[in-house]
């Protein structure tokens, strides 16, 4: 059941994080050939935050209803969103044929995949915690942030053997599309994988007790529950870091910073992301053993190491790289963490709301201008990632000392009859 979960998502992430993948095609394509090119990526890299600035409506809007009546049938919509929107860039006309439109038209399908992104990751976390007891939820969220991480190495990896196989010119005239029209595909293969799950006993039981709660979710959320919220913003600010940071923006960072050939720098993210893969399920596995207190001031140390790691990479030798890429990724551990704590902080009734509400709007800033402001910075210092990876591993440090000094935080969860008030 896990793992149909995490492939789901794997396959939904994808469709997601391949655009930043094919950012420097996109930016050759969808904007006026006149154009400088740093311009032309921070435009592309803005088109690709749109999607971020509209994950909170879908999270809210799809967390409404999987609240309300179930978390099964969220899933099924926000792939099926995704699949279509994917599938629509892959057969996009480029600015030569459509002018502005081109990019017009960019954006509106980044907002649907942005919506329907809102809505898989906080559901396939409350999924996942509610399916296995409560000494297995880190091993639970482990597996659906590995699917993820694997979403990431299938389009590392893809993208990686398009460029190899397809000459330049080949690239720029059709080879971009092939990865966005194979996400379709992925798409409808999730859509099955989907209908292959069952409700969540949680669920199952609160609507058979008849304490879904009958007011607006959200609402309760926002009345009830504001420390969590807090929480929960922060633990996301450390999982966009680690994704964004520790595979998303590895090209851009190993090209931009460390002089490394293009080809050379997608085998790296596509190394980084599997290595995030061990990592967090590891992670998972170690939480349920030590608490989140302990995890997360090991998991700020990890991030620190996965700073320390782009820092020493001062040769573009491909095994140099390659080793750093795998420290890089296996650092982001801590992004298991951020997900546990997330799924405790609310109660059942209104989960999915409290998460999603929560992880969306944090991600929305935090995701979304991570690249556009890196890539900025990276034109002034060539070691802004250091400087960023550092600050979030004190940042996860710290949330470690404070949950060691208020374990309650974790607890915060008013009886049912309380959030149905």
Same mark, same amino acid.
């Given at each position: 059941?896990?793992?149909?979960?995490?492939?789901?998502?794997?396959?939904?992430?994808?469709?997601?994080?391949?655009?930043?993948?094919?950012?420097?095609?996109?930016?050759?394509?969808?904007?006026?050939?006149?154009?400088?090119?740093?311009?032309?990526?921070?435009?592309?890299?803005?088109?690709?935050?749109?999607?971020?600035?509209?994950?909170?409506?879908?999270?809210?809007?799809?967390?409404?209803?999987?609240?309300?009546?179930?978390?099964?049938?969220?899933?099924?919509?926000?792939?099926?969103?995704?699949?279509?929107?994917?599938?629509?860039?892959?057969?996009?006309?480029?600015?030569?044929?459509?002018?502005?439109?081109?990019?017009?038209?960019?954006?509106?399908?980044?907002?649907?995949?942005?919506?329907?992104?809102?809505?898989?990751?906080?559901?396939?976390?409350?999924?996942?915690?509610?399916?296995?007891?409560?000494?297995?939820?880190?091993?639970?969220?482990?597996?659906?942030?590995?699917?993820?991480?694997?979403?990431?190495?299938?389009?590392?990896?893809?993208?990686?053997?398009?460029?190899?196989?397809?000459?330049?010119?080949?690239?720029?005239?059709?080879?971009?599309?092939?990865?966005?029209?194979?996400?379709?595909?992925?798409?409808?293969?999730?859509?099955?994988?989907?209908?292959?799950?069952?409700?969540?006993?949680?669920?199952?039981?609160?609507?058979?007790?008849?304490?879904?709660?009958?007011?607006?979710?959200?609402?309760?959320?926002?009345?009830?529950?504001?420390?969590?919220?807090?929480?929960?913003?922060?633990?996301?600010?450390?999982?966009?870091?680690?994704?964004?940071?520790?595979?998303?923006?590895?090209?851009?960072?190993?090209?931009?910073?460390?002089?490394?050939?293009?080809?050379?720098?997608?085998?790296?993210?596509?190394?980084?992301?599997?290595?995030?893969?061990?990592?967090?399920?590891?992670?998972?596995?170690?939480?349920?053993?030590?608490?989140?207190?302990?995890?997360?001031?090991?998991?700020?140390?990890?991030?620190?190491?996965?700073?320390?790691?782009?820092?020493?990479?001062?040769?573009?030798?491909?095994?140099?790289?390659?080793?750093?890429?795998?420290?890089?990724?296996?650092?982001?551990?801590?992004?298991?963490?951020?997900?546990?704590?997330?799924?405790?902080?609310?109660?059942?009734?209104?989960?999915?709301?409290?998460? =999603? %509400? &929560?992880?969306?709007?944090?991600?929305? +800033?935090?995701?979304? #201008? @991570?690249?556009?402001?890196?890539?900025? !910075? $990276?034109?002034?210092? =060539? %070691? &802004?990632?250091?400087?960023?990876?550092? +600050?979030?591993?004190? #940042? @996860?440090?710290?949330?470690?000392?404070? !949950? $060691?000094?208020?374990?309650?935080?974790?607890?915060?969860?008013?009886?049912?009859?309380?959030?149905?008030?």
């Amino acid at each position: 059941m896990l793992c149909l979960a995490s492939a789901g998502g794997a396959l939904e992430f994808y469709d997601f994080v391949i655009f930043v993948f094919l950012a420097e095609a996109i930016s050759v394509l969808f904007f006026p050939p006149d154009m400088p090119t740093w311009l032309a990526m921070i435009q592309t890299y803005g088109i690709f935050a749109s999607g971020y600035i509209f994950r909170p409506l879908g999270g809210i809007v799809l967390a409404h209803f999987g609240d309300m009546f179930g978390r099964k049938r969220v899933f099924a919509f926000s792939i099926l969103l995704m699949a279509g929107a994917t599938l629509a860039v892959g057969l996009l006309p480029t600015y030569q044929s459509a002018g502005i439109a081109a990019p017009l038209l960019l954006v509106v399908l980044r907002i649907f995949q942005g919506i329907a992104i809102g809505g898989e990751v906080p559901g396939a976390w409350t999924f996942a915690a509610e399916h296995v007891s409560s000494r297995r939820v880190g091993f639970a969220c482990g597996l659906v942030c590995a699917g993820l991480g694997v979403g990431i190495f299938l389009g590392a990896s893809l993208t990686a053997l398009t460029t190899m196989i397809l000459p330049p010119a080949d690239m720029l005239s059709y080879g971009w599309r092939l990865p966005f029209i194979l996400g379709g595909v992925f798409g409808l293969i999730g859509m099955r994988l989907r209908r292959m799950l069952h409700e969540t006993p949680v669920f199952v039981a609160l609507r058979a007790k008849k304490q879904l709660v009958p007011e607006l979710p959200l609402a309760v959320v926002v009345k009830t529950y504001r420390r969590s919220i807090v929480i929960s913003v922060l633990c996301t600010w450390i999982l966009s870091a680690s994704v964004v940071m520790l595979t998303l923006m590895v090209p851009t960072i190993l090209e931009g910073s460390h002089h490394v050939d293009h080809q050379v720098a997608l085998i790296a993210t596509t190394i980084s992301a599997m290595s995030l893969v061990v990592g967090v399920v590891s992670g998972g596995l170690l939480f349920d053993r030590i608490g989140a207190a302990r995890f997360f001031m090991v998991g700020g140390l990890f991030l620190a190491i996965g700073g320390f790691a782009f820092y020493t990479i001062s040769t573009p030798a491909p095994a140099q790289v390659f080793l750093s890429s795998a420290i890089i990724g296996f650092s982001g551990l801590s992004a298991v963490g951020a997900a546990v704590v997330m799924v405790s902080c609310f109660p059942p009734p209104v989960r999915f709301s409290g998460v =999603s %509400l &929560s992880y969306n709007v944090s991600y929305a +800033f935090f995701g979304g #201008l @991570t690249p556009v402001t890196l890539a900025a !910075f $990276l034109t002034i210092s =060539s %070691l &802004s990632h250091v400087f960023y990876l550092l +600050f979030v591993s004190a #940042l @996860t440090m710290g949330l470690g000392v404070y !949950f $060691l000094v208020r374990p309650e935080a974790l607890t915060d969860r008013e009886q049912v009859s309380t959030a149905q008030r």
